[in-house]
C-alpha cells in the first residue's frame, strides 16, 4: 500500500508521489522564539517529526528543513520590556525551544533557518517581486499586490470577493488595496532593522518563508506543512508570493494539524489558559505528552487537561509494563514450542496493520491501537506454559521498532547511584542559592524516576522506591 496525504489545497487523500523517486522535501513552520513554546506549538513539532519519523522508515531520504522567526512584533515588543537587544532574546528561546522539544523525543531538521541568518535572500525575492509588478514600494513599505496573483484564495478555498468583504487598510499603513500585505517594513524609531532598496526596514512575516524555502530546497517542494492557524493569511500569502515569482507550484502537498484546546475551550492568553511546554514537563514525563499529541488523529482538534493527561500516562504505562515483562521473561524462556509460528505470524499481521494505518494519512490513533493489541497478544503469550525466546525478542524487537517510529521509548530510565548523589548535590546548593525552582524541579524528576528523598537534620537522603 502507498502513502496517502490528505493535501489541504485538494481536501482530498492523494497518493504520495514525491518530485523525486525516493527523496522528500518537506518544509515545517517553525515558532517565532520570543518565548518558552506553549502547547500549540508542540503539536506540529511532535506531529511532522514523527511524520518525517515514517517517511525515513518507508525508505525515503528526507530533507527535513523548518525555520525560526526570530525578528517580528512579538520579539520587539519583548526587547523593550525586558530591557534586552532582539537577537540575545531570539537566542535565548531558540535554545529553549530545542531543550524543550528534545525532551519531546523531537529529532532536530536538517536546516533550521531564521531570518536574520537570510536578509539578504529575503531582500532579493522582494526585488524580484517588484521586478515583476507583483509588488510595489510605498513610502518605505513594499507589498504585494494580492489581486494579480489570479488563484490567491486556493489554499483556504476563499475568493477575492469574500477576503473584500471586511478588508480594510489600518492607520499607518500605505498600501493600494485594502487586500494587499506587506513584503517589507519600514523601520521605527528605536527598532531593529536592516538597510534595503526601500530604506531602513524589517521583512514582512510571510515572506520569510518563501524565501528561505525556496533557498534551501528550491523552487517546488514535496510537503509543507504548520498548525491550521498558518492556513489563512500566513500559507496562502506564501503560495502567492512564490508561484508569482517562479511561475511553479510551491509545494505539492499542504498539511496541518488541527487546533488545541485548553479544558474544552480553545486556547489563548486572554482566557488565561495559554500552557507553555516548558511548565508542563516540569511536572509530567515528556513521552506521556508526545502520545498524548499523537493519540489522535494530526487533523483533528485536541483536548488538553491535566485529567486527559493522567489517563494518557495510565494508558502509556500499561505499554511499558508490557514490554518490561518480556524484558524480564527473556532470560527464562525455554526452548522451542509447538506454536511459535502462529505467534511470529500474529505480531507479522500487525506490524502489516500498523503500516496500513500510517499509510493511511499517518493515522497515529489507530497506529497506537495496533501497540495496544500488540501489547494484549505479549501478555497472552508471557501466560502460556512454555515461552520461546525468539518469540519473546521478536515481541521486543517489534515494539522497539513502531514506537521508534512515533518517537515514543518504553525502556525505563535509570540512574547510578552515583548519577542521583551528583543532582542531590545540585539540588542542595540551588536551595543555599534560593534557586528554588530548580531546586523542585530536581526532585520533581528523581521522584518520576522512583527516587523519594528525605530531608533529615543530618543531611538529604534518599532511597529507590
Same mark, same amino acid.
Given at each position: 500500500?502507498?502513502?496517502?496525504?490528505?493535501?489541504?489545497?485538494?481536501?482530498?487523500?492523494?497518493?504520495?508521489?514525491?518530485?523525486?523517486?525516493?527523496?522528500?522535501?518537506?518544509?515545517?513552520?517553525?515558532?517565532?522564539?520570543?518565548?518558552?513554546?506553549?502547547?500549540?506549538?508542540?503539536?506540529?513539532?511532535?506531529?511532522?517529526?514523527?511524520?518525517?519519523?515514517?517517511?525515513?522508515?518507508?525508505?525515503? =531520504?528526507?530533507?527535513?528543513?523548518?525555520?525560526?522567526?526570530?525578528?517580528?512584533?512579538?520579539?520587539?515588543?519583548?526587547?523593550?520590556?525586558?530591557?534586552? =537587544?532582539?537577537?540575545?532574546?531570539?537566542?535565548?528561546?531558540?535554545?529553549?525551544?530545542?531543550?524543550?522539544?528534545?525532551?519531546?523525543?523531537?529529532?532536530?531538521?536538517?536546516?533550521?533557518?531564521?531570518?536574520?541568518?537570510?536578509?539578504?535572500?529575503?531582500?532579493?525575492?522582494?526585488?524580484?517581486?517588484?521586478?515583476?509588478?507583483?509588488?510595489?514600494?510605498?513610502?518605505?513599505?513594499?507589498?504585494?499586490?494580492?489581486?494579480?496573483?489570479?488563484?490567491?484564495?486556493?489554499?483556504?478555498?476563499?475568493?477575492?470577493?469574500?477576503?473584500?468583504?471586511?478588508?480594510?487598510?489600518?492607520?499607518?499603513?500605505?498600501?493600494?488595496?485594502?487586500?494587499?500585505?506587506?513584503?517589507?517594513?519600514?523601520?521605527?524609531?528605536?527598532?531593529?532593522?536592516?538597510?534595503?532598496?526601500?530604506?531602513?526596514?524589517?521583512?514582512?512575516?510571510?515572506?520569510?518563508?518563501?524565501?528561505?524555502?525556496?533557498?534551501?530546497?528550491?523552487?517546488?517542494?514535496?510537503?509543507?506543512?504548520?498548525?491550521? =492557524?498558518?492556513?489563512?493569511?500566513?500559507?496562502?500569502?506564501?503560495?502567492?508570493?512564490?508561484?508569482?515569482?517562479?511561475?511553479?507550484?510551491?509545494?505539492?502537498?499542504?498539511?496541518?494539524?488541527?487546533?488545541?484546546?485548553?479544558?474544552?475551550?480553545?486556547?489563548?492568553?486572554?482566557?488565561?489558559?495559554?500552557?507553555?511546554?516548558?511548565?508542563?514537563?516540569?511536572?509530567?514525563?515528556?513521552?506521556?505528552?508526545?502520545?498524548?499529541?499523537?493519540?489522535?488523529?494530526?487533523?483533528?482538534?485536541?483536548?488538553?487537561?491535566?485529567?486527559?493527561?493522567?489517563?494518557?500516562?495510565?494508558?502509556?504505562?500499561?505499554?511499558?509494563?508490557?514490554?518490561?515483562?518480556?524484558?524480564?521473561?527473556?532470560?527464562?524462556?525455554?526452548?522451542?514450542?509447538?506454536?511459535?509460528?502462529?505467534?511470529?505470524?500474529?505480531?507479522?499481521?500487525?506490524?502489516?496493520?500498523?503500516?496500513?494505518?500510517?499509510?493511511?494519512?499517518?493515522?497515529?490513533?489507530?497506529?497506537?491501537?495496533?501497540?495496544?493489541?500488540?501489547?494484549?497478544?505479549?501478555?497472552?503469550?508471557?501466560?502460556?506454559?512454555?515461552?520461546?525466546?525468539?518469540?519473546?525478542?521478536?515481541?521486543?524487537?517489534?515494539?522497539?521498532?513502531?514506537?521508534?517510529?512515533?518517537?515514543?521509548?518504553?525502556?525505563?530510565?535509570?540512574?547510578?547511584?552515583?548519577?542521583?548523589?551528583?543532582?542531590?548535590?545540585?539540588?542542595?546548593?540551588?536551595?543555599?542559592?534560593?534557586?528554588?525552582?530548580?531546586?523542585?524541579?530536581?526532585?520533581?524528576?528523581?521522584?518520576?524516576?522512583?527516587?523519594?528523598?528525605?530531608?533529615?537534620?543530618?543531611?538529604?537522603?534518599?532511597?529507590?522506591?
Amino acid at each position: 500500500m502507498t502513502i496517502k496525504i490528505y493535501n489541504t489545497v485538494t481536501r482530498e487523500k492523494e497518493e504520495f508521489i514525491p518530485l523525486e523517486v525516493g527523496k522528500v522535501k518537506m518544509y515545517v513552520c517553525g515558532p517565532t522564539v520570543y518565548n518558552y513554546i506553549h502547547i500549540g506549538n508542540a503539536r506540529p513539532a511532535i506531529v511532522f517529526d514523527t511524520v518525517r519519523n515514517y517517511l525515513k522508515f518507508s525508505g525515503y =531520504d528526507v530533507n527535513f528543513v523548518s525555520n525560526f522567526t526570530d525578528v517580528d512584533d512579538k520579539l520587539i515588543k519583548a526587547a523593550k520590556e525586558l530591557g534586552e =537587544d532582539v537577537p540575545t532574546i531570539a537566542e535565548r528561546f531558540i535554545n529553549a525551544y530545542f531543550e524543550d522539544v528534545s525532551a519531546l523525543g523531537c529529532k532536530k531538521a536538517d536546516k533550521h533557518p531564521t531570518v536574520m541568518e537570510n536578509m539578504d535572500t529575503i531582500i532579493d525575492f522582494v526585488s524580484a517581486l517588484i521586478e515583476k509588478e507583483y509588488a510595489y514600494e510605498s513610502e518605505g513599505d513594499v507589498y504585494f499586490r494580492t489581486r494579480k496573483f489570479d488563484s490567491y484564495g486556493k489554499l483556504s478555498h476563499q475568493s477575492i470577493d469574500e477576503l473584500r468583504i471586511g478588508s480594510r487598510i489600518e492607520v499607518g499603513e500605505r498600501k493600494q488595496d485594502a487586500l494587499d500585505f506587506a513584503l517589507w517594513k519600514t523601520a521605527k524609531e528605536g527598532e531593529i532593522s536592516w538597510e534595503s532598496p526601500w530604506g531602513n526596514g524589517r521583512p514582512g512575516w510571510h515572506i520569510e518563508c518563501s524565501a528561505m524555502a525556496k533557498k534551501y530546497l528550491g523552487d517546488t517542494i514535496d510537503i509543507h506543512a504548520g498548525g491550521q =492557524d498558518l492556513t489563512f493569511p500566513h500559507h496562502e500569502n506564501e503560495i502567492a508570493q512564490s508561484e508569482a515569482l517562479t511561475g511553479k507550484t510551491f509545494a505539492k502537498y499542504w498539511m496541518h494539524n488541527g487546533y488545541i484546546n485548553i479544558d474544552n475551550e480553545k486556547m489563548s492568553k486572554s482566557l488565561g489558559n495559554f500552557v507553555l511546554v516548558h511548565d508542563i514537563i516540569q511536572h509530567h514525563d515528556p513521552q506521556v505528552l508526545r502520545f498524548f499529541m499523537l493519540s489522535v488523529h494530526y487533523r483533528h482538534p485536541i483536548n488538553y487537561s491535566e485529567e486527559v493527561l493522567e489517563k494518557t500516562k495510565a494508558a502509556f504505562d500499561r505499554l511499558k509494563t508490557s514490554f518490561q515483562n518480556l524484558r524480564h521473561r527473556l532470560d527464562s524462556s525455554s526452548g522451542l514450542t509447538d506454536n511459535n509460528g502462529l505467534w511470529l505470524k500474529k505480531i507479522t499481521d500487525l506490524h502489516d496493520e500498523f503500516t496500513r494505518e500510517m499509510d493511511d494519512d499517518f493515522n497515529t490513533a489507530n497506529a497506537i491501537s495496533v501497540l495496544f493489541e500488540l501489547s494484549k497478544q505479549a501478555n497472552y503469550y508471557l501466560m502460556e506454559k512454555n515461552t520461546d525466546q525468539d518469540v519473546i525478542e521478536k515481541f521486543i524487537e517489534e515494539f522497539q521498532l513502531l514506537t521508534s517510529i512515533l518517537g515514543l521509548t518504553l525502556e525505563e530510565e535509570t540512574l547510578l547511584d552515583e548519577e542521583i548523589e551528583a543532582l542531590i548535590q545540585q539540588r542542595i546548593q540551588a536551595r543555599k542559592d534560593r534557586n528554588f525552582k530548580l531546586s523542585d524541579d530536581i526532585r520533581d524528576r528523581l521522584k518520576q524516576l522512583n527516587i523519594i528523598l528525605e530531608d533529615t537534620p543530618q543531611g538529604t537522603r534518599w532511597k529507590r522506591g
